[in-house]
C-alpha cells in the first residue's frame, strides 16, 4: 500500500461522528444539522430540465477537455464575471469534476516527489489540501489565520528557508471556514512570492458568489488583471483558479466545475487527468453550460443566503462572539465565552438540542503553538430560513442556560 496513507488525519465529519458516539439528542426537538457545508436550497428547475433534455449523451464517451461549448461558457462567465481579457478556450479553461478532486489531483500532477516539497495551505482549511500535498510525496505547511487581521493568514511569517522548498500554495479566497476575502495587496504579495521561488497559486474560489456586501469578492485572475499580469509573455503564470457549481447554483450532485489560468500548467494537468479517467459526462456539461450562462438564479440564491444572514447573525451574537462574514455561507463562532471548548459545546448542543454544530478544531491542525479553529465552531446556514432561525433560537438557549 502507498505508505503516504498512514499520513492521512481523519476527516472532520467522522470526527463529529465519534464526538457523538453513544449520545441520544433530547428527541423534544426535531435534528437540525448546520455542520455539513452541503446546500439546501432547491436546485433549478432549467438545469434539471437541461439536464434531463440531454440523457442522450449517456450514450457516448465524454473527452477529459470537454465540450467547446462548455469551455466557452466558463470562459464567458469568467470575463463578464471579473472582468478580465478573453481567455482561450482551448488553453486556459478546463472542466472538472467538481473542484474537490480537481483540487486533490492538482498536487499529484505538479509536485515533484523526489523534491522534498512543501506544500502551503492556510490554517483552519479544506482538508483536502493536506491530503493532496501528504499524497503527492510533499509536506504540509500550515499558515495560521489571525482574527486580528479578517483571518488573514500572515504569510510574512513564513522563513524563507519553507519558501524555497515550497511547489504549491493553497489558498481559499472566500474563506472555509470564515469567509474572508483576500484583498488586491495580498495579491500582490503572493504573486511577488510565486515569482520569486517559482511555486504555483491553486486558488479555491468556490464561494465566490455567496456575499454579503455590495462588492463581489476580488478573484485571483482578477487581481491578476489588475496588476498587469495578464497580457504578459505568460499570462496568470503559476497562477490556476478552481470554482464550482456546487454552491452558485445549488448543485452539489452534479460535481461540476472548472480550473482555469495559466496555460502551460493546464497543459500538464490535462494530460494527467486523461490518464485519471475523471471526464465529465455529456448530460452535466449541457447542464452545466445553461448554468453558466444564467446569472439571475444566482442572484436569488444570494438574497436568500443575505435574508438567512441578517435574521439569524444577531441572534447568535447575543450568545458568543461572531461576524458577518466577507461571503460564504458560514458563521465562525468563538465559544470561549460559554466556558466549553469547541468540542464540548458541540457534542452538549447536540445532546440537549438536537443541533449539529462543527467544532472549529477540526478544520485546523496545531502548527506554530496553537490550534487556530480552537474554542469556534462552524455553523453552515444552507437550510431555508425558518430551520435556520430554529437552530439560532436553541443556541441562544443553550448559551443562556450555561451562564445561569
Known sequence: MNPH???????PFEKLRQLFAGVTPNAAYSPISLGMGEPKHPTPPFIQQALAENLAGLANYPTTLGTEALRGAIAGWLERRYGIPP???????????????ALFSLAQAVIDPAAKSVVVSPNPFYQIYEGAA????????????????????????????????????????????????????????????????????????????????DEPPLGALQAAHILGLATVERPYAR???????????NVPGM?????????????KFLLYRTYHGSAMS????AASIAAWNDETHVESNREQYRAKFAAVTPLIQQVLDVALPD????????????????MEFARRLYAEYNVTVLPGSFLARAAHGVNPG???????????????????QRIVQFCNTLTK
Not at 481567455?87 to 478532486?101: C, D, F, I, K, Y
Not at 524563507?160 to 472566500?174: D, F, I, K, T
Not at 480552537?374 to 439560532?392: D, K, S
Request: glycine residues 8%.
Open 5 to 11: 496513507l498512514d499520513q492521512l488525519q481523519t476527516y
Open 327 to 342: 461571503a460564504g455561507f458560514y458563521l465562525w463562532a468563538d465559544v470561549s465565552r460559554t466556558g466549553l471548548s469547541d
Open 282 to 285: 455529456l448530460p452535466v456539461q
Open 134 to 213: 501528504y499524497l503527492a510525496g510533499a509536506e504540509p505547511y500550515f499558515v495560521n489565520s489571525d482574527p486580528a487581521r479578517n483571518f488573514a493568514c500572515d504569510y510574512d511569517s513564513v522563513p524563507a528557508s519553507v519558501w524555497e522548498r515550497v511547489q504549491l500554495l493553497y489558498l481559499c479566497s472566500p474563506g472555509n471556514p470564515a469567509g474572508a476575502v483576500l484583498t488586491l495587496t495580498d495579491w500582490e504579495n503572493l504573486f511577488a512570492l510565486s515569482e520569486r521561488h517559482g511555486f504555483i497559486i491553486a486558488s479555491d474560489e468556490c464561494y465566490s458568489e455567496i456575499y454579503h456586501g
Open 87 to 101: 481567455l482561450n478556450p482551448a488553453t486556459q479553461v478546463l472542466p472538472v469534476n467538481g473542484s474537490r478532486e
Open 374 to 392: 480552537q474554542n469556534r465552531i462552524r455553523m453552515a446556514l444552507v437550510a431555508e430560513t425558518g430551520e435556520g432561525l430554529e437552530a439560532a
Open 239 to 249: 497562477l490556476v483558479v478552481f470554482s464550482s457549481l456546487s454552491k452558485r447554483s
Open 255 to 267: 460535481r461540476s466545475g472548472f480550473v482555469a489560468g495559466d496555460a502551460e500548467v493546464l497543459k
